[in-house]
Nanobody
Framework: QVQLVESGGGLVQPGGSLRLSCAAS????????MAWYRQAPGKQRERVAV???????NYADSVKGRFTISRDNAKNTVYLQMNSLKPEDTAVYYC?????????WGQGTQVTVSS
């Protein structure tokens, strides 16, 4: 069972930046595909970025060029650097870990982009 704890959310003005972190425990982190999802009020949860166990990354079209996912296997941590934030990026952001088709989720961290 993977335990995931997100941090780094908050309130930021449009055009600003935030870095989310997700610390994992209880597993061999390097074997897992890690991903960030988000869910805005009244909308479905969507995948924002993924970093596979073989070092491939992929992004939603809405965040390409603005968000960067990275991971530090020595620290069992995955990050999401978010730049040029827009009000439409406002959502609860969730970290998830996947292996063998099974996923685990963190509790989520709120990101609010507003002036």
């Amino acid at each position: 069972q993977v335990q995931l704890v997100e941090s780094g959310g908050g309130l930021v003005q449009p055009g600003g930046s935030l870095r989310l972190s997700c610390a994992a425990s209880g597993v061999t982190f390097s074997l897992y595909t890690m991903a960030w999802y988000r869910q805005a009020p009244g909308k479905q949860r969507e995948r924002v970025a993924v970093f596979t166990s073989n070092d491939n990354t992929n992004y939603a079209d809405s965040v390409k060029g603005r968000f960067t996912i990275s991971r530090d296997n020595a620290k069992n941590t995955v990050y999401l650097q978010m730049n040029s934030l827009k009000p439409e990026d406002t959502a609860v952001y969730y970290c998830s870990a996947w292996r063998g088709g099974l996923g685990s989720w963190g509790q989520g961290t709120q990101v609010t982009v507003s002036s």
